[in-house]
């Protein structure tokens, strides 16, 4: 753990980070019929978009953990992994999180083998999923057969208990 004073910025960081995110998520177009090559070159250029969105949206997420481990307890942890950042929370924390996630976003999708389900995503394996998006989402010309990924909602989720723990941080 790492000693740290100073939520504010870095949640003016996460802040940045997430801002980008959906700067990004706003340049991808996703037509319903394709109907030419500029429309393929579209398509492609909008998964690029979404896979340096989600860098983006890891980058976020982590900063905003920090953030409130600095506020509950005046130091963070090093590290990149969704799953593990989230274990450093203090338990009630965690159990808050979870609980304020669950009732906010319920959010149901086709079930990855069984397309003919529907399944219900709990917050764990949303961050489960996210995995290492800093390796997972760049150098994709030799990835394929990648994992589902959402850290959206979580990172509203995460923002709301910060802003709960600290409702006057925007205005230092």
């Given amino acids: ?3 740290a004073d100073n939520y504010q ?11 980008i995110s959906k ?29 340096a969105s989600h860098v983006n949206q890891a980058f976020a997420f982590e900063l905003y953990i920090k953030c409130i481990m600095i506020i509950e307890n005046g130091e963070y942890c090093y590290g990149h992994d969704p799953v593990e950042l989230f274990s450093q929370l203090n338990i009630a924390t965690q159990v808050r999180i979870e609980l304020i996630h669950s009732l906010a976003n319920k959010q149901m999708r086709r079930h990855p083998l069984y397309h003919g389900f529907m399944e219900e995503t709990s917050f764990v394996q949303l961050l489960e999923e996210a995995g290492n998006p800093f390796m997972d989402y760049r150098y994709l010309f030799s990835k394929s057969n990648l994992k589902p990924y959402s850290l959206d909602k979580i990172i509203e989720t995460l923002r709301t208990e910060i802003l709960r723990l600290k409702p006057d941080i925007y205005k230092y």
């Fill in 9 to 19: 910025m870095i949640f003016i960081e996460a802040e940045n980070f997430n801002k």
């Fill in 1 to 3: 753990m790492y000693k």
């Fill in 23 to 51: 700067i990004i998520l706003d340049k991808i177009k996703f037509p319903d019929i394709i109907t030419s090559n500029e429309v393929r070159q579209d398509i492609a250029e909008s998964i690029g978009f979404q896979y």
